[in-house]
Antibody, heavy 119, light 110 residues
Framework: QVQLQESGPGLAKPSGTLSLTCAVSGGSISSSNWWSWVRQPPGKGLEWIGEIYQSGITNYNPSLKSRVTISVDKSNNQFSLKLSSVTAADTAVYYC????????????WGQGTLVTVSS | EIVLTQSPGTLSLSPGERGTLSCRASQSVTSSYLAWYQQKPGQAPRLLIYGASSRATGIPDRFSGSGSGTDFTLTISRLEPEDFAVYYCQQYGSSPPLFTFGPGTKVDIK
């Protein structure tokens, strides 16, 4: 059973960079899946941030594209998110999730990690 | 960008009742790429339905999905106490953003 686990600082400074990692266990990140980041501001809905394939191919949400970098580390079976120039509006629970190639849905999710943007 | 609208915003029902949740898209969605999730407080979303009508592994058969084009429905045939939660629809498209979610429907106890 694939499991995903987010990790990273729970606090980021305004104008700084938010950095998170998602460790994948119970399966290989090199399998035929896409690996995504999804966020949820407190009390609000879900927003897809972007995804990466094992080869390094990425797709981003245009609303965040200028500030987002997603990368993959196959040797450690994990992938990462960097979001730059953060503001209070980026305060959210950040989830990593898996989608199957040609699946179009997220079948496995991490538990989520809250990142607060504050000085 | 395809925008998803869910109705009602809140659905107040009693255990044992039937719940019908609606998801409407601003443009036609390929049925293969419409999914539903359940989210409880403090938890990650859980996949219920994919491909508009296929139940995910381990999902009870009281959950069913239907619809096509721009109108999709999640039906909970008989609400159990553990079904009171927020439900999101989600679509996958060919142009960015690839994945979009509806705003959610909260099912609470009447």
């Amino acid at each position: 059973q694939v499991q995903l686990q987010e990790s990273g600082p729970g606090l980021a400074k305004p104008s700084g960079t938010l950095s998170l990692t998602c460790a994948v266990s119970g399966g290989s990140i090199s399998s035929s899946n896409w690996w995504s980041w999804v966020r949820q501001p407190p009390g609000k809905g879900l927003e897809w941030i972007g995804e990466i394939y094992q080869s390094g191919i990425t797709n981003y949400n245009p609303s965040l594209k200028s500030r987002v970098t997603i990368s993959v580390d196959k040797s450690n079976n994990q992938f990462s998110l960097k979001l730059s120039s953060v503001t209070a509006a980026d305060t959210a629970v950040y989830y990593c999730a898996r989608s199957l190639v040609r699946g179009g849905y997220f079948d496995h999710w991490g538990q989520g990690t809250l990142v607060t943007v504050s000085s | 960008e395809i925008v998803l609208t869910q109705s009602p915003g809140t659905l107040s029902l009693s255990p044992g009742e039937r719940g019908t949740l609606s998801c409407r898209a601003s443009q036609s969605v390929t049925s293969s790429y419409l999914a539903w999730y359940q989210q409880k407080p403090g938890q990650a979303p859980r996949l219920l339905i994919y491909g508009a009508s296929s139940r995910a592994t381990g999902i009870p058969d009281r959950f069913s999905g239907s619809g096509s084009g721009t109108d999709f429905t999640l039906t909970i045939s008989r609400l159990e106490p553990e079904d009171f939660a927020v439900y999101y629809c989600q679509q996958y498209g060919s142009s960015p953003p690839l994945f979009t979610f509806g705003p959610g429907t909260k099912v609470d106890i009447k």
